[in-house]
Nanobody, 123 residues
Framework: QVQLVESGGGLVQAGGSLRLSCAAS????????MGWFRQTPGKEREVVAT????????YYADSVKGRFTISRDNAKNTVYLQMNSLEPEDTAVYYC????????????????WGQGTQVTVSS
């Protein structure tokens, strides 16, 4: 069992930056691939970025490539999402998620979820 707690969301103007954090507790953090997902009302949860257990392999949705960076610190049991050049379209609830084994890109592949943190980008 892994418990995940996100933080760092908030209100920011377009073009600004935010850094999301996801602190994990429970099982050995380095056993898990991690992902950041986001969801807006009426839409399905979508992948934003994923990272493998060591941090050596990352994946980004096309919509955030070049603007967002996922990273992890296994010593701190934390995964991060640095979001730069934010756009109003990035407004969503952001969730971090964990799974054993290799990274995958679908929400259904992930076993553990945080409660989410709201990111609002004003134009």
């Amino acid at each position: 069992q892994v418990q995940l707690v996100e933080s760092g969301g908030g209100l920011v103007q377009a073009g600004g930056s935010l850094r999301l954090s996801c602190a994990a507790s429970g099982r050995t953090f380095s056993n898990y691939a991690m992902g950041w997902f986001r969801q807006t009302p009426g839409k399905e949860r979508e992948v934003v970025a994923t990272i493998n257990w060591s941090g050596s392999t990352t994946y980004y949705a096309d919509s955030v490539k070049g603007r967002f960076t996922i990273s992890r610190d296994n010593a701190k049991n934390t995964v991060y999402l640095q979001m730069n050049s934010l756009e109003p379209e990035d407004t969503a609830v952001y969730y971090c998620a964990a799974k054993t084994g290799p990274t995958r890109f679908g929400p259904r592949d992930y076993d553990y979820w945080g409660q989410g943190t709201q990111v609002t980008v004003s134009s």
